[in-house]
């Protein structure tokens, strides 16, 4: 793939689309923000980016769509991203580049995954050949650079670490398995536990803004709530020395909204790790968090859009 200076870069989320232009030093020429809730399907998402970049008269020729899986990098296309219906199965791709004639290459890589390749270009990775990428966040997603290429799987699917089993007979998952990772661990996960338990009313507060009332409440020791943090530590600590014992990579990058209340609870999750750990100590410098956790898959989605990391074929 030949390289590009600057890349137009997307970023879809559950709760808002976040479109830039991208440099090859990691810094943004221009970054606008809008809510999730004003896309009612794939065209409207078509015509918010056209009209970004009309208004600055641009003629971008490469552009990275960072999204939340599972999708079809082939086709260019979500194909079952939780509580963004209305954009599966829509041309991404094909409908960008009709809207956008300058475009030449239209790039489709789940979050995750442009997240780790973020954090190896950009981030906390840098100058490593073997990185694993875990967001904590509405839910939780993976991705894995090994011998120097990001791996992208089966048509852009590969990392799925939020899906481990960590907590056998646990918490339905959202993708309907018990015990996932993501089901005891991620903000989503935690809102539905906490409501079910009657610890939090759903009427306070959405799952998006869980993360500052749980970090408030762990300050306060409060001890309805400590039991579903310390579970969800627990699941962490499972799924990152399954990855550790896998893999043996140089670094795991945790990222995600929920990161900083993990950090802050590294104490408490570094003993966890090290009584797992069993056939091959885990050295605390191998786990790092990401210093830019909110555009690090803005940066990631570009680098692999305009060929400035190795990707798998």
């Known amino acids: 793939m030949p390289t590009s200076s600057e890349v137009l870069a997307l970023d879809i989320g559950?709760?808002?689309?976040?479109?830039?232009?991208?440099?090859?030093?990691?810094?943004?020429?221009?970054?606008?923000?809008?809510?999730?809730?004003?896309?009612?399907?794939?065209?409207?998402?078509?015509?918010?980016?056209?009209?970004?970049?009309?208004?600055?008269?641009?003629?971008?020729?490469?552009?990275?769509?960072?999204?939340?899986?599972?999708?079809?990098?082939?086709?260019?296309?979500?194909?079952?991203?939780?509580?963004?219906?209305?954009?599966?199965?829509?041309?991404?791709?094909?409908?960008?580049?009709?809207?956008?004639p300058s475009l030449r290459s239209v790039s489709v890589v789940n979050d995750a995954c442009a997240a780790c390749a973020g954090e190896v270009v950009f981030g906390a990775g840098q100058g490593l050949r073997n990185v694993l990428y875990l967001t904590i966040s509405t839910g939780i997603g993976g991705g894995a650079f090994i011998a120097g290429l990001l791996l992208r799987g089966d048509r852009g699917n590969v990392a799925e670490f939020g899906h481990m089993c960590v907590a056998p007979g646990g918490p339905r998952c959202d993708c309907g398995a018990l015990g996932c990772l993501e089901a005891v661990a991620s903000a989503s996960g935690l809102y539905h536990e906490l409501t079910a338990a009657g610890v939090l009313a759903a009427s306070d507060r959405g799952w998006a803004e869980l993360g500052p009332w749980l970090a408030e409440r762990l300050e306060a020791n409060d001890a309805a709530v400590r039991p579903f943090w310390q579970r969800a530590l627990d699941g962490l600590a499972v799924g990152i020395v399954n990855l550790w014992t896998a893999y043996v990579p140089q670094a795991i990058v945790i990222g995600g909204g929920l990161s900083a209340l993990v950090q802050a609870s590294r104490a408490e999750l570094d003993a966890r790790i090290a009584e797992r750990s069993c056939l091959m100590a885990f050295p605390r410098e191998t786990l790092r968090f990401s210093g830019s956790r909110h555009t690090i898959p803005l940066l990631g989605v570009a680098a692999v859009a305009g060929g400035w990391i190795g990707v798998e074929a």
């Open 14 to 100: 559950g709760s808002k689309l976040a479109l830039a232009s991208v440099r090859r030093d990691g810094t943004l020429s221009w970054h606008e923000r809008t809510p999730t809730a004003g896309v009612r399907g794939g065209d409207d998402l078509v015509r918010w980016v056209r009209t970004q970049v009309e208004a600055r008269a641009l003629t971008p020729e490469a552009l990275g769509i960072s999204t939340g899986g599972p999708i079809d990098d082939v086709r260019g296309m979500i194909t079952r991203m939780p509580r963004m219906e209305m954009l599966w199965g829509y041309p991404l791709a094909d409908g960008l580049r009709a809207a956008i």
